[in-house]
């Protein structure tokens, strides 16, 4: 019996040294397998960095194509890290390559392991996409998708230009709408545009009612805005009401005269066709006095019944202010011998004062003969002052 406890006593013993050896070693052992990783993460974190500092070098350098090859090579070495893939895409996109772009962002959007933030950004630089390539329908739906996001006050704002290029402007009153509740300020200037223009439809439809009323409501919307004042003069004109096209246009001269000269001559041929052109003559020569027009003085003019009276009015221009429009029109009225070279005179002047007639955007400097509530050119909106060139 002695003999067999001997033994298992040893054993027990013999084992219990090993398991206190071994931890140790197993301590040891994954310590340094901890360093090896680390070390091959650090060579690894070199090796990416290499590639995105040089693409960001070509970028600084105005060098895109060198710039997106180190990209793509940083993004073949790290898969994983999106801010590299924002950076292609963005590039792809700023040197007109929308497809390779999307191609980014949408691979960026298939990914499981993005965060929201990340998630909600993609979606961002995806609309943007679709809206510089033109895809206007599509750009619209990656919009809606920004709802609720940081991204969403940008875009509501491309989509109120998506809706303004397509002229829908039931939809971009209802941005308009959401927008003026943002921290973006006050749209109901823009609103009341929106307006104006749905009221121009309905009078080309023949729904002068409608017209009137939408017209209406953009007044009470806008009161210091000029356009829906002018808008609804015309078309009061147009339908027989000039006594009501008279007051909205005193209306305009009171809330803003500084929009005055683009309805001088309106007022000027309603107060003849209505015999009160005495009235209007004082109006206008008052405004007149206050802030000197061209567009003023010809409506002055116009309603003068003295000849040598208006000619008067250019003369008296003339003293205050310079101006080759004025004097053309002024020398136009001169009685010379020799008719021929009058004439001659006359047209050089004519074809010398058609630019300084146009008016002048001054958000883009796009000109025009007309005056534009929205830019042609830039598509801002009030960007047109009511004075010609030459008076600026």
């Known amino acids: 019996m002695e003999l067999t406890k001997i033994p298992l006593r040893f054993t027990m013993e013999f084992d219990f040294t090993w398991v206190l050896l071994g931890f140790p070693v197993a301590f040891t052992l994954g310590w340094l397998a901890s360093r090896l990783d680390l070390r091959q993460l650090r060579i690894e974190n070199r090796q990416a960095p290499k590639a995105y500092f040089k693409g ?91 709802e609720g996001t940081p991204f969403e ?12 290029r397509s002229r829908d402007w039931t939809k971009a009153t209802e941005i308009a709408a ?71 246009l005193l209306e305009l001269e009171k809330t803003v005269p500084q929009a005055l000269p683009l309805a001088a001559g309106m007022m000027a041929s309603i107060a003849q066709d209505s015999g009160q052109q005495q009235g209007m003559l004082e109006l206008l020569t008052t405004s007149y006095e206050q802030t000197p027009s061209i567009d003023v003085i010809e409506a002055i003019v116009k309603l003068e019944e003295d000849p040598v009276a208006s000619r008067r009015w250019y003369a008296k221009h003339l003293e205050r202010e310079a101006s080759l429009v004025v004097a053309s029109k002024w020398f136009a009225g001169e ?58």
């Open 56 to 146: 960001l070098n070509f970028l600084l350098n105005e060098q895109q194509d060198q710039a997106i090859d180190a990209f793509i090579e940083a993004v073949q070495n790290d898969p994983d890290t999106s801010e590299l893939h924002f950076a292609l895409g963005n590039l792809f996109r700023r040197r007109g390559e929308y497809e390779r772009a999307v191609r980014v962002h949408e691979h960026l959007m298939s990914r499981g392991d993005l965060t929201q933030p990340e998630r909600d950004r993609a979606q961002h630089a995806l609309a943007l996409d679709f809206l510089k390539a033109g895809l206007l329908d599509r750009a619209e739906a990656a919009l809606r998708k920004l």
């Open 153 to 164: 006050e940008e875009a509501r704002l491309a989509l109120l230009s998506i809706y303004e």
């Open 178 to 248: 959401r927008l003026g509740k943002s921290s973006l300020g006050s749209f109901s200037t823009r609103r009341a545009h929106y307006l104006c223009e749905q009221a121009i439809a309905s009078a080309a439809a023949g729904d002068s009612g409608k017209a009137v009323s939408t017209l209406m409501e953009a007044v009470a919307m806008a009161p210091a805005s000029a356009r829906p004042l002018i808008d609804l003069a015309k078309l009061q004109n147009q339908l027989g009401q000039p006594q009501d096209a008279l007051r909205t």
């Open 335 to 392: 009685k010379l011998e020799d008719e021929h070279h009058h004439a001659l005179v006359q047209r050089a002047l004519d074809q010398a004062t058609k630019p300084l007639m146009r008016y002048r955007c001054a958000a883009c400097g796009f000109e025009a003969t007309q005056h534009f509530w929205h830019c042609p050119g830039c598509q801002a909106w009030d960007s047109y002052p009511a004075r010609r060139i030459e008076e600026l």
